[in-house]
T-cell receptor, first 109, second 113 residues
Framework: LAKTTQPISMDSYEGQEVNITCSHN???????ITWYQQFPSQGPRFIIQ???TKVTNEVASLFIPADRKSSTLSLPRVSLSDTAVYYC??????????FGQGTELSVKP | EAGVTQFPSHSVIEKGQTVTLRCDPI?????LYWYRRVMGKEIKFLLH????????ESGMPNNRFLAERTGGTYSTLKVQPAELEDSGVYFC???????????FGQGTRLTVV
């Protein structure tokens, strides 16, 4: 099973750009890379998904190099409300999500 | 549009009792998933329904857990008899197909004492 590795925690300040890198060395050809955000006492919430190169939406950007063994979630100009746990997942065929430990992002004023 | 709804939000039961968790997916979503986080560990997949059929139940820990999705709408997850190690947060998610985002409910916090 493809496993993801990401930093356990990160600190940032309001207004900064935050980049969280995730490694997934054993990613399979058919796997997508998906990022979720989770606030305390809530379920995970989808942020962005990609297969290769770069994907951007209104919330974040996702950078995936050609070998797809890593990916970087970029959050532009974070605010206090972006404090949460961010999960990098490899989405298997069939929709099954494999969660790792996640990165606890703390945004300070 | 209503999101994924889980009931109850919290449940405290004694070891050996039975508990049934319910999940109402987003209307029209054929895919329904159950996950759980126990003992502060990682969120783990339990099983996946496509409509009323179990597509993948490889994550079900043992035969004390029974999931159903009669009629392909809401789903229930029954734990019988509950053990202490079953304590944790149980999440339900749904999606219209397997390659798009999954929408999660807020979870049911189960405490077995």
């Amino acid at each position: 099973l493809a496993k993801t590795t990401q930093p356990i925690s990160m600190d940032s300040y309001e207004g900064q750009e935050v980049n969280i890198t995730c490694s997934h060395n054993n990613i399979a050809t058919n796997d997508y890379i998906t990022w979720y955000q989770q606030f305390p006492s809530q379920g995970p919430r989808f942020i962005i998904q990609g297969y290769k190169t770069k994907v951007t939406n209104e919330v974040a950007s996702l950078f995936i190099p050609a070998d797809r063994k890593s990916s970087t979630l970029s959050l532009p100009r974070v605010s206090l409300s972006d404090t949460a746990v961010y999960y990098c997942l490899v989405a298997r065929e069939g929709g099954k999500l494999i969660f790792g430990q996640g990165t606890e992002l703390s945004v300070k004023p | 549009e209503a999101g994924v709804t889980q009931f109850p939000s919290h449940s405290v039961i004694e070891k050996g009792q039975t508990v049934t968790l319910r999940c109402d997916p987003i209307s029209g979503h054929d895919n329904l998933y159950w996950y759980r986080r126990v003992m502060g560990k990682e969120i783990k997949f339990l099983l996946h329904f496509v409509k009323e059929s179990k597509q993948d139940e490889s994550g079900m820990p043992n035969n004390r857990f029974l999931a159903e999705r009669t009629g392909g709408t809401y789903s229930t997850l029954k734990v019988q008899p509950a053990e202490l190690e079953d304590s944790g947060v149980y999440f339900c998610a749904s999606s219209p197909d397997t390659n798009t985002e999954a929408f999660f409910g807020q979870g049911t916090r189960l405490t077995v004492v």
